[in-house]
């Protein structure tokens, strides 16, 4: 069946056409509006701007995405769209635009988590891929690790305390002078240094509990770079880039393996906007290898935020009957339902 997947939750308006069947999964097309150039100048996404951004956006998206699929309205067979979580009126766009395309031309409605879209991009890269695994979801807004039982059954099993990997990436590339989102150019530079020049601390906190946190190692870079320009010393950027990379990937792989060990699991997905940065994705690899489980990674042009993976997902929501009506509201929330 064909789906058309709509995603608005943060600084990207994309929607795509994508046929999904038994181990069939073709995307059609998957057209990406950004606004990663508007949200620069700010060092960072103003949810305002977004919102208008997405307006202006969502209607040509969507008629690129189904002309450059070459299929009309009348061969989608659901619309899926992001409806948490996320800045609530990026999101209220697109659900908002959904609904109304959905309830006027009579085509079914489905409601996607993004974190579980996040997971279903690697669905598109290993048509043969299904639950149980482990996935590991690493963005701007998250580092979470969940069990996934069937496809649309997800449980929390640890992450972040505080920020996600994606913003301590962010923060401090940010304040090296790197352009905004600095993750991309962090993975480059961070290819440039020493790992093992600075000293910082391990995001892992000690003890058998997958659990992460992103303060200490951001506030010792930021400490390490004002003591630096106290003192008068010029700092070796690509240098605190390998450090600062190599700190958090070795505790995002310590979790992970200890998430591994602790669910039995002998397939791990890892998905999200930092699942495309290269440290990370050869450090799994090698521990992957080590322990003998499959790695299912998204393809890197698919780790971002975009339309193909809200359509995975939602085919799943579809195939489980989960539909939604024109009640369908957005929510920031990771889990909505659980809010009083
Ligand atoms: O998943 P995503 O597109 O949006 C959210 O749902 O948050 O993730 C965006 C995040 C940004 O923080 C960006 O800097 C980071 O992913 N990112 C990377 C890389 N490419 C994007 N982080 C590290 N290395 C990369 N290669
Ligand atoms: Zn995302």
Not at 34 to 56: D, F, K
Not at 82 to 91: E, F, K, N, R, V
Not at 248 to 262: F, H, M, N, P, S
């Amino acid at each position: 069946m064909l789906i058309l997947g709509m995603e608005s939750s943060c600084d990207e308006t994309s929607a795509a056409v994508v046929e999904m069947a038994d181990g069939v999964r073709a995307i059609r097309s998957n057209i990406i509006a950004s606004q990663i150039e508007t949200h620069r100048l700010y060092g960072g996404v103003v949810p305002e701007i977004a919102s208008r951004a997405h307006i202006e956006a969502v209607t040509r998206i969507t008629e690129e995405a189904l002309s450059a699929a070459g299929v009309r309205l009348s061969d989608i067979g659901a619309v899926a769209v992001t409806s948490h979580p996320g800045l609530i009126g990026a999101l209220l766009v697109g659900v908002n635009f959904a609904k109304s395309l959905a309830y006027a031309n009579r085509i079914p409605l489905v409601s996607v988590n993004h974190i579980h879209a996040h997971v279903a991009a690697a669905y598109l890269t290993h048509p043969d891929l299904k639950p149980p695994f482990l996935a590991l979801v690493v963005s701007g807004g998250h580092t979470s690790f969940y069990r996934v039982t069937d496809d649309t059954t997800y449980e929390e099993i640890g992450g972040t305390r505080d920020d996600a990997a994606g913003e301590a990436f962010d923060k401090i590339g940010r304040v090296i002078g790197l352009p905004y989102p600095s993750g991309a150019a962090m993975d480059s530079l961070a290819r440039e240094g020493n790992p093992k020049a600075v000293a910082l601390p391990s995001p892992a906190l000690a003890g058998e509990e997958i659990a992460l946190s992103f303060s200490g190692v951001k506030t010792a870079a930021l400490n390490y770079l004002n003591g630096a320009a106290q003192k008068g010393i010029s700092v070796n950027r690509a240098d605190l880039a390998a450090s600062y990379t190599a700190r958090i990937v070795d505790a995002i792989g310590k979790k992970t393996e200890l998430a591994l060990r602790q669910t039995g699991l002998t397939t791990l997905v890892l998905a999200g906007g930092v699942a495309a940065n290269t440290h990370l994705r050869a450090a799994l690899e090698t521990l992957c290898r080590r322990r003998r489980v499959r790695l299912a990674m998204s393809e890197p042009s698919l780790c971002g935020d975009n339309g193909a993976m809200v359509a995975a997902a939602g085919y799943f929501e579809y195939r489980a009957g989960h539909f939604a009506g024109t009640s369908l509201n957005a929510s920031a929330l990771d889990h909505p339902e659980a809010a009083v």
